[in-house]
């Protein structure tokens, strides 16, 4: 809003009279309330952001023999190795006699891997996704479904390790595909002396 306060006067020169041009003062209160609205409006616009939180799948309490124990580890254990020049190394089961592979971090590579090795569980839980968008399912209900199929008895178990070559992009990368393949039971190890040999030759 424009406020205009004139001054009206005349001299006299030569018998003609002169209007003095009148001051504009400009009134921006009406702009604080412009920026109350658009304040508001933000607030009611902006979606808040949610806290992430990671999931922890805890033992369970059921008594298992030694034995069943470790056959099982073995049939569902894959072991990640990170080495320089972004080379990545696996193998599944125990590190004695192990085949080892070499492959990379593109989608036909590590993830193809992965989604091989847990493509049942993988399978549900893209099935629990189209189920969440046909039937509106509550986030709630959805967690943890998602959760209880991601610590089936048939998931595996993999072993993230990183040499001293290898970047932190690497590191973030094996990471990522974890998540993208649906895999929750996986840690980061310090690599041993028996799965360096197995890379060794094969490093450059």
Do not use: C, W
Not at 36 to 63: C, G, H, N, R, V
Not at 104 to 116: A, D, V
Not at 176 to 192: G, K, L, P, Q, T
């Amino acid at each position: 809003m424009a406020d205009i306060s004139s001054d009206s006067g005349s001299h006299k020169k030569g018998g003609k009279k002169r209007s003095k041009k009148a001051p504009t003062r400009i009134d921006f209160t009406p702009m604080v309330d412009l920026g109350f609205l658009l304040i508001t409006f933000f607030m009611l616009a902006t979606s808040l952001i949610k806290q992430q939180t990671m999931e922890i799948t805890m033992p369970s309490d059921k008594k298992v023999s030694e034995e069943n124990q470790t056959v099982a580890k073995a049939s569902q254990a894959v072991t990640l190795i990170l080495a320089k020049n972004d080379k990545v190394f696996y193998y599944f089961g125990q590190s004695e006699n192990a085949e080892i592979v070499e492959t990379n971090y593109s989608n036909s590579g590590l993830r193809t891997m992965l989604l091989k090795k847990n493509y049942e569980i993988a399978k549900q839980v893209e099935d629990l996704k189209v189920e969440k968008v046909k039937t509106k399912m509550a986030d709630e209900i959805y967690q943890k479904r998602l959760s209880e199929i991601k610590a089936g008895k048939n998931a595996p178990v993999v072993r993230i390790m990183a040499t001293d070559d290898a970047s932190y992009k690497n590191l973030v990368d094996a990471l990522d595909e974890m998540n993208i393949s649906s895999i929750s039971r996986y840690a980061v190890v310090d690599v041993d002396s028996a799965d360096m040999q197995l890379i060794r030759g094969k490093i450059n």
